[in-house]
Every structure is written in C-alpha cells, then in structure tokens.
C-alpha cells in the first residue's frame, strides 16, 4: 500500500495518503492493496489526467455496492 514512492507531488503525495487512510478505517483488515496506476504512475500526467486507483479487498464483494461506498469518502 503506497509502498514505492514514484517521481509525484507532495500535495498528490499527501492525497494519496489520506485516500488510504480513509480506506483503511471503511474496511479495516479487509483491504488488502491500493494501487496507482496510469498515467499518474508512468510518470506521463499532464493537468488533464486523472488519477487512476485500484482499490483490491480481500474477499468478493458487490462491485456496484463498493462504488457507492468508496463514492462517499471525503478528500
């Protein structure tokens, strides 16, 4: 979970934390990862991107139930 530390800003740094930490307290010992990946993570973002995650838990949920769920996190 954010375990590399890519070529980023601090203020997309600090997003990227609180992103977790807020996850971490929504699901606890369910989640397994988070991951940053496209453009953001290949170093190739530009002011038009958009910052791509992947959040993996550890077992099968309702995909559109976990989109509502993750919708509500403040940042």
């Known amino acids: 979970m954010l375990t590399k ?14 992103l977790k930490s807020k996850l971490q307290e929504l699901y606890g010992d369910r989640l397994y990862s988070v991951l940053l990946y496209g453009a953001v993570a290949r170093g190739e973002a530009n002011a038009d991107s958009d910052i791509d995650v992947l959040v993996v838990l550890k077992e099968r949920v309702l995909p ?7 919708a509500d996190i403040p940042l």
């Not at 559109?64 to 769920?69: A, S």
């Open 5 to 18: 530390t890519l070529n980023i800003s601090d203020r997309l740094q600090l997003l990227l934390q609180e």
């Open 64 to 70: 559109v139930q976990e989109i509502r769920r993750m």
